[in-house]
């Protein structure tokens, strides 16, 4: 037969505050990686990018921004159209000259990713639909009187979790 052992109250504190312990190291590692996945995250925006561009001390950056997509819809008998998504560069663009960087030029294309036809209905001819992309392409120069304070998002995330 099994004896049944018992802590004493000082073993049974000692074991509460070492998995108090493990339970914390395991909370600050998850903090911790969550702050890195957040952190490489924003190092894959253009405002991340440009913010290494500077850190490097390249004289010149350049990026592009998806500014709209459109999708082809043919609707059998009907004839076609597209629907549309636009997006405004100008919140990225501002973000990236607080980076420290003028912009000196933007052009902007339309890139075809294909297209729908089809015989329209009733008559000669084709109803044809395109889909695609406009890309602002943008292209930057360095300005040290831009740069402001470099501010880390994925860390003040963690000081109003915390």
């Known amino acids: 037969m099994a004896l049944i052992s018992k802590k004493s109250p000082e073993q049974q504190a000692q074991a509460a505050a070492e998995k108090a312990r493990k339970q914390q190291e ?13 952190r490489q995250a924003f190092m894959s925006t253009p405002v991340g ?17 998806d500014v709209m997509s459109q ?12 629907a549309q998504r636009t997006s405004d560069p100008v919140v990225v663009l ?3 000259c607080h980076e ?8 902007f294309v339309f890139v075809e990713q294909g297209q729908q036809s089809r015989d329209k209905f009733m008559s ?4 044809v ?34």
């Not at 999708?71 to 597209?82: C, D, F, K, N, P």
């Not at 960087?101 to 933007?106: A, H, S």
């Not at 890309?135 to 003040?156: D, H, I, S, T």
């Open 49 to 65: 990018q440009a913010r290494q561009s500077f850190e490097r001390g390249d004289l010149v950056f350049q990026c592009s921004i």
């Open 100 to 107: 420290g960087w003028e912009l000196v030029n933007g052009s």
């Open 71 to 82: 999708q082809a819809i043919i609707v059998a008998m009907v004839g076609s159209t597209t």
């Open 129 to 162: 639909a395109i889909k695609g992309e406009t890309v602002g392409y943008y292209l930057f120069k360095r300005c040290e009187e831009n740069r402001r304070k470099a501010n880390e998002p994925w860390a003040q995330n963690a000081t109003a979790d915390g």
């Open 94 to 96: 501002n973000a990236v």
């Open 124 to 127: 000669s001819g084709q109803n």
């Open 26 to 38: 395991a909370e600050d590692k998850r903090r911790a990686d969550q702050l890195e996945r957040e």
